[in-house]
């Protein structure tokens, strides 16, 4: 079965970069799409970007010049990165698989709460 | 972007009663639409893909259907374990956007 483990700091200073790993078990992720979705306090979810099965990558228009997502196959992994942080980047953080055929996702971790604070 | 409009926000039903939750797109999305359960402390669970295809190990009393750009979810016989808040997806163009969700609670 596939199963995504997030792992990463649960607290951030505002203005340096917040880095998270998502650990897959189950499934190569040289197949389909893997992704990054935040939930923040309040319930809002936003899709964050995603990396494919060749290693390009997809991101949202609000955060495409902080965010950075990249990938370990050897270890089965990707990574979020996202710089200079605010206050307003508190949310807990998923993985996820993409699945391009009618664009959901299946597979999901159980999320790690990141707060931004100093 | 693709601005998905979900209503209620939050509704209470008893059980065995008939829930339907909505989304409105703001534009065409074909059937490039998802459903999506979230109970507290819990990740997202995925229920319904491609407007109306039911993902495996959901109940069948879970269904979707769409009417233009109108998707709706229904719960057929609210069951007790069926409270959480549930949030729709659209894929059918980048970036995919989810609705505001909705707190569903047991009365």
């Known amino acids: 079965e596939v199963q995504l483990q997030e792992s990463g700091p649960g607290l951030v200073k505002p203005s340096q970069s917040l880095s998270l790993t998502c650990s897959v078990t189950?499934?190569?992720?040289?197949?389909?799409?893997w992704g990054w979705i935040r939930k923040f306090p309040g319930n809002k979810m936003e899709w964050m970007g995603y990396?494919?099965?060749?290693?390009?990558?997809s991101y949202n228009p609000s955060l495409k010049s902080r965010i950075s997502i990249t990938r370990d196959t050897s270890k089965n992994q990707f990574f979020l990165q996202l710089n200079s942080v605010t206050t307003e980047d508190t949310a807990t953080y998923y993985c996820?698989?993409?699945?391009?055929?009618?664009?959901?996702?299946?597979?999901w971790g159980q999320g790690v709460m990141v707060t931004v604070s100093s | 972007d693709i601005q998905m409009t979900q209503s209620p926000a939050s509704l209470s039903a008893s059980l065995e009663e008939i829930v339907t939750i909505t989304c409105q797109a703001s534009?065409?999305?074909?059937?490039?639409l998802a459903w999506y359960q979230q109970k507290p402390g819990k990740s997202p669970q995925l229920l319904i893909y491609g407007a109306t295809s039911l993902a495996d190990g959901v109940p069948s009393r879970f269904s979707g259907s769409r009417s233009g750009t109108q998707y709706s979810l229904k719960i057929s016989r609210l069951q007790v374990e069926d409270p959480g808040i549930y949030y729709c997806l659209q894929g059918y163009s980048a970036p995919p956007t989810f609705g505001g969700g909705t707190k569903l609670e047991l009365k």
């Open positions: 996820a698989r993409f699945r391009d055929s009618y664009a959901h996702f299946d597979y």
């Open positions: 189950g499934y190569s992720i040289t197949s389909n799409y």
């Open positions: 534009q065409d999305i074909g059937n490039w």
């Open positions: 990396i494919s099965y060749s290693g390009s990558t």
